[in-house]
């Protein structure tokens, strides 16, 4: 039984970014970054007033002064300020030539003579943003390696950049198997159950950075299992397969893999979902791919181990391919609420929710993580509101409420990471 970590290790060799391509920007939310982004203008391309207010010489100093003009953002003015006379001027807008500073409305009046009065001395450059102040030109923005989150995709359409090369969204399958199972909606025939582990590992993947290719059930027969995998090669980066991976009978995937490529483990130390195995299986040359390899996750049967392992394992590499520098789960600590039973075997991935607790950690704040219940591989429920997995070591007896222990999230802001 491999280590949870040496086979992370195996999966990150393996697992390579994809070729970049370029993209318009509105469809690059979440993806990476394959060249910097500079500014080939500044930002404020003009020197911009700050406030509502009038623009003046501040030299002028406090006092009453005729209106020379209004400028509205974006405008210029069609007038220069002279030393003696103040402008109208909104937020956003270009300040006239001869003006070196902007007074907020707040500290002026409407004179009687109709001229303005200006009630307070202002400094030069103040409430003005210098061009180039936000951005400056050539400055790069952003760097090779970063994850396009809402700021991002601000900032490149602030300097005027529409398309962005980026790596490719992993595409991949995802397929369940076993004669059991059953499409939800269908009726339920005696000894059957509803294919939970399709619907959660597409979304799964969707929810890691992936492009779902649905490949549906496979029935325990060979043959049929064989062509769905051929079929699964030819048109994905990777090929989650889910159930037949046990030691019964009619656990086929490991030796269908076994046959088509590489299988670099079949047995992981880990609670739940020891029987996961990891291969690599050439592509046929399309004459336009030359060398692919196409990875295949054959996860457990049991939905709790199915997207334990999916999390652990093959989120990382949907990642790896997609780009991604940090693939892996963040980590954080956590404080129990209530004793944990632990594994005298196996370390184990418990479910658990986090909450932030003002009180932990002497006032200053902490994670507190609360158990989602009973740990049975086959229930879902136990991940059910979970948002963290607690990395609970191999070990007897148990754990005291008070311990601090290491937590992978499971919830990812978008963003540079
Ligand atoms: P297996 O790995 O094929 O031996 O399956 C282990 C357990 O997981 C069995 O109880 C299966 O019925 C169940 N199982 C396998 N695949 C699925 C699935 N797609 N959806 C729900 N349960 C499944
Ligand atoms: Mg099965």
């Known amino acids: 039984m ?9 999966v990150l060799r393996e697992a390579q970014p994809l070729p970049p391509r370029r993209l318009p920007a509105a469809q690059a939310l979440g993806l990476v970054l394959a060249e910097e982004v500079r500014a080939a203008a500044p930002l404020p391309p003009f020197a911009a007033s700050i406030k509502d207010g009038y623009a003046v010489v501040a030299a002028d100093g406090p ?40 007074v907020q409305v707040e500290d002026t009046r409407v004179a009687a003579n109709g001229g303005v009065e200006i009630l307070r001395a202002a400094r030069p450059g103040e409430d003005v943003r210098p061009v180039g102040y936000d951005i400056a030109t050539g ?25 962005l090369l980026v790596y490719a969204r992993p595409r991949v399958g995802v ?46 027969v060979e043959s049929v299992l064989r062509v769905a995998l051929d079929h699964a090669i030819g048109t994905c980066d990777i090929i989650l397969t889910s159930g037949g991976v046990s030691m019964g009978e009619l656990d086929l995937i490991k030796k269908l893999v076994a046959a088509a490529g590489t299988v670099h483990f079949g047995r992981l130390r880990m ?33 709790v181990s199915s997207l334990v392992t999916f999390y652990l394992l093959g989120l990382p590499a949907v990642r790896r391919l997609g780009g991604w520098k940090n693939s892996t789960l963040p980590r954080v600590q956590a404080v129990l609420d209530a004793p944990v039973q632990l594994d005298s075997t196996r370390p184990e991935y418990h479910r658990a929710r986090l909450t932030w607790d003002e009180t932990l950690h002497g006032g200053s704040g902490g994670w507190l993580a609360t158990s989602t219940g009973s740990q049975a591989s086959s229930r879902l429920l136990s991940m059910h509101g979970a948002n963290a997995l607690l990395e609970l070591p191999q070990a007897e007896g148990q754990l005291p409420a008070g311990a601090v222990v290491a937590a992978l999230l499971l919830t990812q802001a978008t963003g540079s990471q």
């Open 175 to 220: 397929l369940s198997t076993g004669d059991e199972l059953t499409l939800p909606g269908a009726p339920l025939l005696p000894g059957r159950i509803y294919d939970s582990n399709g619907p959660t590992l597409r979304a799964a993947v969707e929810w890691a950075g992936g492009e779902v290719v649905d490949l549906g059930i496979g029935p325990d």
């Open 2 to 10: 491999l280590p949870v970590a040496e086979a992370l290790e195996i």
């Open 63 to 102: 006092g009453v002064y005729p209106l020379a003009g209004r400028i509205a953002a974006g405008e210029m003015a069609d007038f220069v300020l002279q030393p003696g006379a103040v402008a109208y001027i909104t937020t956003g807008a270009p300040l006239p030539r001869g003006a070196d500073a902007v």
């Open 271 to 303: 609670k739940p979902g020891k029987p996961c195995t990891f291969a690599t299986l050439p592509a046929p040359d399309t004459g336009t791919e030359g060398g692919r390899k196409v990875l295949l996750f054959g996860l457990p049967g049991n939905p």
């Open 139 to 163: 400055a790069q923005v952003l760097s090779a390696g970063e994850r396009l989150g809402p700021a991002e995709l601000g900032l490149i359409a602030a300097v005027g950049v529409t398309d």
